[in-house]
C-alpha cells in the first residue's frame, strides 16, 4: 500500500535550474510536510503545511488539498540542495506517511 | 532548538546478538517514534509512544520491542537480532497529533 507518491525518484539538474517534485496521497491529512535528508542520515523539517502556498528562501511548497497533491519547488538550485527530499502526510492518530523519497543531485 | 539524539551513528552486532538503540529528546514532547529507513521503501514505522510507558505497533513491529520509562528517552530493543535488520534506524520526538517531527541523526546498524 503507497499512501504516499513521489515523483521523480531521482532527479540531475545543472546548478541554476528550477526544481520540481511531486507529491500525492490517497489519505485524508491534517497536513503535509516537506523533509530534507542529506547525506549521513539526519532529516529536517522543510516546511508543514495543510492549504495554500509557502516560501522560504529559495524553496516554494504548495498544496491542492482537492487534488490531493503537493509540490516542492527549488529555484537557482545549488549543489548544496543535493539530497533526499520527503513527502510525509499526518492523518488521523500520531502516525505519518511517508514517501519513498525523491533523490536530487545539482551539478556545479 | 529541538534536540534529538540517538546513542550510536554507526554499530556492528552479530547475529543473534540483543541490540539497544537509545533515543533521547530535550522538549518535553509527548510523542515518540522509531522508524527504520530501507532503499526504495522509504520510511516505515517501528513502535511508537505518546506517553511513559504506552506504546503502540507501527507498520513493521515483529522482531522489535520499545520501552519508554521516562518522557525524555525511547528505547528500541532487537532481542535477537538478524541480517535483516540491517538498516538506518531513525527516531524522531514531536509535541502532539498532526504537529511536526524531529529527528535525531540515525544509526546505522549493520547485522553480520
Known amino acids: 500500500k503507497n499512501e504516499v507518491e513521489q515523483s521523480p525518484q531521482n532527479l540531475t539538474a545543472q546548478e541554476g535550474e528550477f526544481i520540481t517534485i511531486n507529491c500525492s496521497y490517497s489519505v485524508g491529512i491534517s497536513a503535509l510536510h516537506w523533509l530534507q535528508q542529506h547525506p549521513g542520515g539526519g532529516i529536517v523539517s522543510l516546511f508543514m503545511?495543510?492549504?495554500g502556498k509557502k516560501k522560504h528562501g529559495r524553496l516554494i511548497a504548495t498544496i491542492n488539498i482537492q487534488e490531493k497533491h503537493s509540490s516542492l519547488h527549488i529555484t537557482a538550485s545549488h549543489p548544496r540542495d543535493s539530497a533526499v527530499y520527503i513527502c510525509a502526510v499526518g492523518p488521523t492518530g500520531n502516525q505519518f506517511y511517508f514517501g519513498t523519497g525523491t533523490s536530487l543531485t545539482v551539478i556545479p | 532548538d529541538v534536540k534529538v539524539t540517538q546513542s550510536s551513528r554507526y554499530l556492528v552486532k552479530r547475529t543473534g546478538e540483543k541490540v539497544f538503540l537509545e533515543c533521547v529528546q530535550d522538549?518535553?514532547?509527548?510523542?515518540m517514534f522509531w522508524y527504520r529507513q530501507d532503499p526504495g521503501l522509504g520510511l516505515r514505522l517501528i513502535y511508537f509512544s505518546y506517553d511513559v510507558k504506552m506504546k503502540e505497533k507501527g507498520d513493521i513491529p515483529e522482531g522489535y520491542s520499545v520501552s519508554r520509562e521516562k518522557k525524555e528517552r525511547f528505547s528500541l530493543i532487537l532481542e535477537s537480532a538478524s541480517t535483516n535488520q540491517t538498516s538506518m534506524y531513525l527516531c524522531?520526538?514531536?509535541?502532539?497529533?498532526?504537529?511536526?517531527?524531529?529527528f535525531g541523526p540515525g544509526t546505522r546498524l549493520t547485522v553480520l
Open positions: 503545511l495543510s492549504s
Open positions: 522538549m518535553d514532547h509527548e510523542n
Open positions: 524522531a520526538s514531536g509535541p502532539g497529533q498532526g504537529y511536526e517531527q524531529f
